[in-house]
């Protein structure tokens, strides 16, 4: 199986920089599991984001300089990446195909009554009227492999926007600061795809040999299982936040 392997010190620092690293990582995968070219393009991209992060982050008429080889690497950066436009045209057409696969594989995964991905395939086309089958079929092929991941960021979301329809102003930071939780419960749902039979099939709903496997992923402090309500999922991200003693908003943050 493919394994995205991450930095367990970019969690245990509790720096934003540490925490954007990681998440462009998980996201290059769960946009482009398939396409390495991209995954490489868009993590050039986020290098150039996060030396300019790290620039804003130096106060203004200080004496701080930053480092030769710091402004080299970002020179560089900048020297390679894709525009942004492109590359944000880019990420909103795969993020919209890989929550269509996700949708596809939690319901498969969570319906009371037994169910198979070609019906699903057919309820996704008939409530999505712009594709046809076919190209539905090409996107859950597609982004099968990585469809753990989109599904758990698709379930923490949908409960930080039951609990605060407002939280859109600070949805990078809170991307940030619950991706412990996603990653956590990205690894439940490929346990879980990885074990499910499909009816009529000797396959499961993911397949071992292909699916992407995480290592090295945060430590969380929470029995973190699959939600299949909306309560729930809205449920685990405050018992994730409590644990981990974020302050409420406007009163600070925890990532500095």
Do not use: C
């Not at 859950?140 to 926007?161: C, D, K, N």
Request: aromatic residues 6%; proline residues 5%; without cysteine.
């Amino acid at each position: 199986m493919p394994v995205l392997k991450l930095d367990r010190n970019d969690f245990t620092s509790n720096t934003k920089s540490g925490r954007m690293r990681a998440l462009a990582q998980v996201h290059a995968v769960m946009y482009w599991p398939d396409d390495e070219k991209a995954r490489r393009q868009y993590l050039e991209f986020g290098e150039l984001i996060a030396w300019q992060d790290l620039l804003a982050s130096i106060p203004a008429g200080s004496n701080i300089e930053l480092p030769k080889e710091h402004a080299a690497k970002m020179f560089a950066a900048a020297g390679r990446v894709l525009p942004a436009s492109e590359i944000h045209a880019r990420e909103k057409a795969a993020r919209d195909d890989a929550m269509r696969a996700a949708k596809i594989f939690e319901n498969v995964l969570t319906s009371e009554t037994p169910t198979s991905i070609g019906e699903q395939i057919d309820l996704a086309t008939a409530t999505t009227h712009a594709i046809s089958t076919r190209q539905v079929e090409r996107i859950w092929q597609r982004y099968q492999p990585s469809v753990h991941l989109s599904a758990a960021s698709g379930a923490i979301f949908e409960g930080v926007r039951h609990s605060d329809p407002d939280f859109e102003p600070v949805r990078h930071e809170m991307t940030l600061l619950l991706l412990p939780l996603m990653i956590r419960l990205a690894e439940a749902y490929r346990i879980a795809g990885e074990r499910l039979q499909l009816r009529q099939s000797k396959r499961t709903l993911l397949d071992p040999a292909t699916t992407w496997r995480i290592e090295n992923g945060p430590a969380v402090e929470l029995e973190v299982k699959i939600p299949t309500t909306l309560d729930q999922a809205t449920s685990l991200v405050g018992q994730y936040l409590k644990l981990s003693m974020v302050p409420a908003r406007g009163e600070g943050t925890a990532l500095h």
